[in-house]
């Protein structure tokens, strides 16, 4: 069966560093979304991605973060100087045309120390 | 901006029983998401539904759109459906919005 995977599952990184999230969609999908969740709390939406570009962003997607798809497979969620508040679990999902069924990823759970 | 609620917060159940976890949502939508969160942390899809009744095994979903309510139902609950349930709301924009989910624990 089809799976959204994600690389690495756990990432633990000093403040201010950048880090690089990975995710390989599933692959005849279109749309692509990070999502993310402050442990304890609510998952909350990032950015959704179709046709190469910046569909939809939150409020917390701001200046620090972007997402590229590098090639025809990967799609990546870059935090340029990551700060203590953005431990998080991070979600990747996508689905086939924005309406249907979202698959998402185990999951990389970012721990900035 | 649309608020998805859910309830209870925590439930525990005896092997067996029958469960029922509740959703509201306050702005239309196009359809529902529920979906399964396991200790590891990993999301699983288990509906989408956008009216009606959706039935896989022992889950049972349905959703009224007037009341802008969505059930999940657990029928003869075993311990390995412990995980945190999640509805997810997805209304014009693409994205989901996400309830706070609801820890389910079934006792042996």
């Known amino acids: 069966e089809p799976e959204v995977t994600q690389t690495p599952s756990h990432q633990v990184t000093q403040m201010g560093q950048e880090v690089i999230l990975r995710c390989v969609p599933i692959s005849n999908h279109l749309y692509f979304y990070w999502y993310r969740q402050i442990l304890g709390q609510k998952v909350e939406f990032l950015v959704s991605f179709y046709n190469n570009e910046i569909s939809e962003k939150s409020e917390i997607f701001d200046d620090q973060f972007s997402v590229e798809r590098p090639d025809g497979s990967n799609f990546t969620l870059k935090i340029r100087s990551t700060k203590l508040e953005d431990s998080a679990m991070y979600f990747c999902a996508s689905n086939l045309d924005g309406n249907t069924e979202a698959f998402f990823g185990q999951g990389t759970r970012l721990t900035v120390v | 901006k649309n608020e998805v609620e859910q309830s209870p917060q925590n439930l525990t159940a005896q092997e067996g029983e029958f469960i029922t976890i509740n959703c509201s949502y306050s702005?239309?939508?196009?359809?529902l998401h529920w979906l399964q969160q396991h200790p590891g942390g990993g999301i699983v899809s288990l509906f989408m539904l956008s009216s009606g009744k959706k039935k896989h095994g022992r889950l049972i979903a349905t959703i009224n759109i007037q009341e802008k309510h969505s059930s999940l139902h657990i029928t003869a609950s075993h311990p390995r459906d412990s995980a945190v349930y999640i509805c997810?709301?997805?209304?014009?924009?693409?994205?989901?919005?996400f309830g706070s989910g609801t820890q389910l624990t079934v006792l042996p």
């Open positions: 997810a709301a997805h209304g014009s924009a693409r994205q989901l919005t």
């Open positions: 702005v239309g939508i196009s359809a």
